[in-house]
């Protein structure tokens, strides 16, 4: 007998909804790519390139134009017997700091065995090295940082890099940086010298509204989906739903791949709305419990006496009311409870992990106070507590009176 049986009525290619596939097609951003190509026109001209600065939050097409326009940019450079392009891609993601990311793009450019190691060096002899592998390709050089922000304030390499040429630490390579990130403070953190040479160019791409996401949805469904699997006003919704959260192509992407899969899962012929609900809080969850991971015991709890309030119908409330919740919880899981103002920070940290809104109310003599609330669906809250807090009875309290509030 089969274990394994094919399904392949909802998806024609799944994995034209997943993160690493490249689309051949762009929609919706022309604005953005005149500029990116208007930054980029030096390289066909044979002219040093410009260095790029481009950021917007996340999910709203950055890596895949940049991806897009340099595959455009090397195909059509190549009638050009005068420009020798190549183009490097670095993601800064785990590296922080100049020195760091100099190694990563010396040990790209080395022949497998001829890699250097992380540390010892002194940062110049890094960069030298490095010099050395870009004057041996030659030519002109654009060098992509994704998530460029993790290098933090330790950047002298997005000072040097471009102005290599200028300083004599190059000869022959015309090198041209093109720094990607979706931290807003970045820039203006950067060193001043740092953010004239790198943001000679700077490209802003704003979230998606509805309608924009829609088309995207629908230019990718084309591929990635059977004719006929989606119900009418699927993808409205999938669109609906990630502009009004975040703007993020992304996120309508993942919406709809994991409702077809959850169609797939309850054997239907199409994708309905049931679906993306579904998929939409199992997202939501999986959000808040990624978030919850990186809690401490008592930013756990913090959020628990929200979630507690939620359920009495007592949201938005005072960072008061909230504290004598926690105090509570604290007591009935044995635990030593922090002061106040400890308490406060915690419901910081969850408001900057999207968890909770915070609402700031002005209280005349007083001065102002904040109230917060859930800015995630009840049901993903405490289901991702349950997996995290030895505080069963007292969830089980919660669920009970959030079932009689009808809160969900
Ligand atoms: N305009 C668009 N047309 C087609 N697909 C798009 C468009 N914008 C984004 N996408 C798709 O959405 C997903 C996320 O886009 P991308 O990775 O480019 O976002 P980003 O802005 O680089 O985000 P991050 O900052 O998180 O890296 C990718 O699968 C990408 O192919």
Known sequence: MRRFERKQNIFRNKDALGESYQP?????????????MDALQPVVDGWEPNNIFLYGNTGVGKTA???????????????????????IS???????????VAVELVNKLRPAGGEISSTGYPQQTVFKKLYEELEAI???????????????????????????????????????????????????????????????????????DAPELENILESRAEIAIAEDAVEQGVLNFCAALAARDSGSARQALDLLRLAGEIAENREADL???DHVEAARSRLEQERVEEGMRELT??????????ISKAAKEETPCRTREIYEEYITLCDSSGTDSLAQ????????????????????????????????????????????MSDVLRLDSEIETIREIASMNNVA
Do not use: W
Not at 145 to 163: K, T
Not at 169 to 181: E, F, H
Not at 351 to 371: D, H, W
């Open 65 to 87: 134009v940049t991806d897009y326009l340099l595959d455009r940019l090397q195909d059509d450079v190549a009638d050009y017997d005068d420009v020798n392009l190549s183009v």
């Open 341 to 384: 103002r400890s308490v406060h920070n915690h419901l910081s940290d969850l408001r900057m992990l999207g968890i909770l809104s915070a609402y700031e109310n002005r209280s005349g003599s007083r001065g102002n106070y904040y109230s917060y609330e859930l800015d995630v669906p009840f049901t993903s809250a405490i289901e991702a």
């Open 138 to 208: 030659g030519g002109t050089i654009l060098i992509v940082l994704d998530e460029v922000d993790s290098i933090g304030d330790r950047d002298e390499l997005l000072y040097e890099l471009p102005r290599a040429r200028a300083n004599n630490n190059l000869d022959s390579a015309k090198v041209g940086v093109i720094g990607i990130s979706n931290d807003f403070k970045f820039r203006e953190q950067l060193d001043p010298r740092v953010q004239d040479t790198l943001c000679e160019r700077e490209l802003q791409f704003p979230p998606y």
């Open 24 to 36: 051949d097609q762009i929609e919706e951003r022309d604005e953005e790519i005149e500029e990116y």
């Open 297 to 306: 015991t008592h930013g756990r709890l913090a959020l628990l006496a929200v």
């Open 271 to 273: 994708i309905e709305r």
């Open 90 to 100: 670095l993601n800064c993601k785990t590296l922080n700091s100049s020195y760091q």
